[in-house]
């Protein structure tokens, strides 16, 4: 048999010499080389699936810095994210409700900045039961608010709720340590791609208690989740990617007064 080289592509269609013999008008295999999905790999597809995830959870720790997308589902609405992280904090965007604003963390500080657009809705909702009948001069009042707040980092008071609920989006190890975890039976779902990236899938009972594709290249970082119960997709990558993160200028900070709206 001729020896494969080991610098053969892996996209190469056949990995040996494929005999076919047609006796009496049948198709026989006479001979046939199969191709190792996990040659050339860092050899954890060769894993179980609960090895796997552990493998995973400490390449993620590793690092300090990842960029996670996507979309989480929670408590019935759904955010999209697109977020820079490391230990200090992180930033990047949030869309929910139609409406996208940046989020900052710093520490424990924690930033907002939208549009005037944002803020005047925002506003508007927050003070809807107070405003019914009030006529134009509240709603005058309103965009006045919501331009002095327009493309500022407002910062978020550590007692409102809504801190509660964003501090999450910006923390590395809040958002991994619950990520990455699949619920159910785990076992392995067969060797994929991840753009451009090969990878090996694992699942929690079947795939109803979440997806999960582990990178086959370099450290095996987590590359995509699909969360259990439909709860959302994301997808990771810049692991290690280093970038820069400070808090913003005092003549572009302003501290909310009271607390922000809910919605």
Known sequence: MTPISPGRSRTATLAGAVCVLLVTGMALTGCSEEVDPNEGTNG?????????????????????????????????????????????????????GG????????????????DAKFWGQANGRAGEDGAKGEGEGESASDAAAAGKLAEKY?????????????????????????????????????????????????????????????????????LRLVRAGKAGTLSFSAWGADFALEKPAEDETLDYEGQLPTS
């Open 99 to 114: 409406q996208t604003f940046r989020l900052l963390k710093v520490d424990d500080e924690l930033f907002l900045k939208a």
């Open 154 to 222: 407002v910062k978020v008071p550590e007692g409102d709720p809504s801190y509660k609920k964003f501090i999450g989006f910006a923390d590395k190890d809040v958002l991994l340590n619950g990520l990455l975890t699949l619920h159910g039976t785990l076992a392995t779902d067969g060797h994929h791609e991840q753009g451009g990236v090969r990878s090996i899938r694992i699942t929690g009972d079947k795939g109803s208690g979440g997806t999960l594709d582990v990178s086959l290249e370099g450290k095996p970082y987590p």
């Open 44 to 96: 954890v597809g060769k894993l179980s699936a609960a090895e796997i995830q552990n493998r995973t959870r400490t390449a993620a720790k590793s690092v300090d810095t990842v960029r996670l997308h996507g979309n989480v589902v929670t408590s019935g609405r759904t955010y999209t994210l697109d977020m820079r992280l490391k230990p200090e904090g992180g930033i990047g965007s949030v869309t929910a």
